[in-house]
């Protein structure tokens, strides 16, 4: 398993999205967040097949920062079961990654 993650995490709103990328950034959460607007997500919600427009939030992060991550986004985001999801980083410039390990 890899120390260093990549985060994903779906919002309701760009304002959501930003609001929640610079917390993430100046609790050293995250070294970095970025912002993919304007995607379209089909799930099933309720029992029924459901349709709406998202933004992407994308993270940069330590495996040591995972859980805070988790209870951050779930005590602050808008939806009642919020996508937060983390990928490891296997490879990677060794001064990014190195820049990671600094700022998160």
């Known amino acids: 398993m890899s120390n260093y993650k990549l985060l994903y995490i779906t919002c309701g ?24 607007s304007n995607i379209k997500s089909i799930f099933n919600w309720k029992h029924k097949v459901t349709q709406s427009q998202e933004v992407i939030l994308i993270g940069k992060t330590q ?4 859980s805070k991550i ?11 079961c919020p996508c937060v999801l983390f990928f490891d980083i296997e490879k990677g410039s060794k001064k990014f990654l190195s820049w990671i390990k600094k700022n998160s």
């Not at 495996?63 to 995972?66: A, G, P, R, S, Y």
């Not at 988790?70 to 009642?80: G, P």
């Open 13 to 36: 709103s760009k304002i959501e999205a930003v609001n929640l990328g610079k917390l993430l950034v100046k609790n050293k959460l995250t070294a970095c967040t970025n912002i993919v």
């Open 63 to 66: 495996k040591k920062n995972v």
């Open 70 to 80: 988790i209870k951050l986004i779930e005590r602050k985001h808008s939806y009642k």
